[in-house]
């Protein structure tokens, strides 16, 4: 079962004569390392499903961004002890060929899902800023869902290729490679060197533009243009200021003298004797508050996980193409087998890491480390600040601020707080960049 075909591309068979990796004490320092980040890896992610899957009093749409990262995440660390069981067995592939092709097919497959939702959270953070009225009126946690859906099934699209190729391959030392063996299927011996290069090339370069270089141009074309946007938004909202100022100056100056400072003041400044009716905010007085916590949490998070992808991916596709090059360069053959396990390892952190970085994105972590860990990231994804807003101690005390705090809600205490429930501000957007959007 374990070869199927007796052709083999002139790489893999290169591969097979070769007899690297018998260093025993460094290969036990990495199997240690390797066996602790897994199960680090394992009890994360599922502590991220069970706490943003089942704890969340109301799913968001950025609760359905980081359910569906942790849940691609949590597949790639399953496979994580396989790939530990590897290291312990000095490079030879021991557990058969149908875990063989199982751990190939979840690694690409969280690689493409990655890559695709990290760009699909990026578009959405760009229409939240550019379009906040069409995102109040169509943004939803059902279309989130539906995305996510088509991302999974994209993903399982790109993978067929490495899960059809993956084979057992027996060295000539008797350890067994677990590797793409591209000559397994519709190739003969007048085929095997073209069908080789074509099938390799096309994987190779396929995935480095469909699950790392396009999205990373999605991502960071997103950001520039929020930032573009933001600066943009923020000189008009400058200048709308300076505008109503000098209105109000030269309206005070064909007044009554001497009143200038005290009325252009009180445009900003609510005086404790001013009724509440005139601080709402209008459409040529934008409300001067700094972005919601939530919208910084969340904006954090997101650069932290894109930074965690980057770091992580890009060594293992450097020596991809380095290894497709390796045919017309044998002395680079030995650099790959090195340095590919290593640049896999990495790239395996990346899923370990994430359920970190969500955790620290979220404000004055180190307080609420103290609190229910479900608490703090409740109040990561919770629409409206949840725990971000709310100060405290424990989890329960939380909890029965929150009760009291929707039971005075239920009735607005001033028309600002109508205004607020009649035109709420999109989850993830400010009130200051919701406020300004038509400045």
């Known amino acids: 079962m374990a070869n199927v075909s ?13 007899g690297l990796n018998n260093n025993t004490k460094a ?6 390392i390797h066996g602790l980040v897994s199960c680090l890896g394992i009890l994360e992610n599922a502590l991220i499903i069970w706490v943003v899957g089942f704890r969340l009093r109301q799913r968001t749409v950025a609760s359905v961004w980081v359910l569906n990262l942790a849940m691609s995440d949590f597949l790639a660390t399953l496979t994580l002890p396989l790939f530990t069981f590897y290291f312990n067995s000095v490079h030879s592939w021991e557990l058969g060929y149908p875990l063989c092709k199982a751990q190939a097919s979840i690694f690409f497959l969280n690689m493409f899902v990655s890559a695709f939702l990290l760009a699909a959270i990026s578009l959405d953070r760009l229409l939240l800023v550019l379009k906040p009225v069409w995102s109040q009126n169509h943004r939803s946690v059902a279309g989130a869902w539906k995305v996510c859906a088509l991302g999974w099934l994209w993903a399982a699209i790109n993978t067929i290729p490495y899960f059809v190729f993956r084979s057992v391959t027996e060295k000539k030392d008797g350890r067994k490679l677990c590797y793409h063996n591209f000559a397994l299927y519709l190739s003969s011996e007048a085929t095997l ?27 960071a074309g997103s950001y520039i243009q929020i930032g573009l946007s933001l600066r943009s938004r923020d000189r008009k909202r400058k200048q709308s200021v300076s505008r109503l100022t000098d209105a109000l100056i030269v309206s005070n100056r064909d007044g009554k003298p001497g009143s200038t400072t005290t009325r252009t003041t009180n445009l900003f400044l609510k005086s404790p004797n001013t009724p ?34 980057v770091l992580c991916w890009a060594p293992y596709h450097i020596f991809c193409m380095i290894e497709v090059m390796a045919k017309y360069n044998t002395e680079n053959l030995q650099l790959v087998e090195v340095g590919l396990p290593i640049a896999t390892t990495i790239a395996f952190l990346n899923p370990v ?15 609420r480390i103290r609190q229910s860990l479900g608490a703090v990231f409740d109040g990561l994804v919770e629409e409206g600040g949840g725990l971000l807003m709310v100060p405290g101690r424990t989890f329960k005390a939380h909890i029965r601020r929150r009760s009291s705090r929707d039971v005075s809600l239920g009735t607005p205490s001033s028309p600002s707080q109508l ?3 009649q035109h709420p501000v999109p989850e993830g957007l400010s009130h200051s960049e919701y406020a300004g959007h038509g400045s």
Do not use: G, W
């Open 276 to 309: 509440q009716t005139e601080s709402t905010p209008s459409p040529t007085t934008p409300k001067l508050t700094n972005h919601s916590p939530l919208s910084q949490s969340f904006t954090k998070m997101v650069t932290f996980v894109i930074a965690a992808f």
């Open 419 to 421: 205004a607020e429930i």
């Open 27 to 32: 290969n036990l320092v990495v199997v240690c």
């Open 353 to 367: 890491l994430n359920p970190i970085l969500y955790a620290f994105s979220c404000p004055r972590f180190c307080v």
């Open 6 to 18: 007796q052709l083999f591309c002139p790489l893999l068979q290169m591969m097979r004569d070769h």
């Open 193 to 219: 060197e073209t069908d080789c290069i074509v099938r390799q090339e096309a994987t190779a370069i396929s995935k480095l533009l469909l699950a790392f270089l396009f999205p990373l141009l999605v991502i």
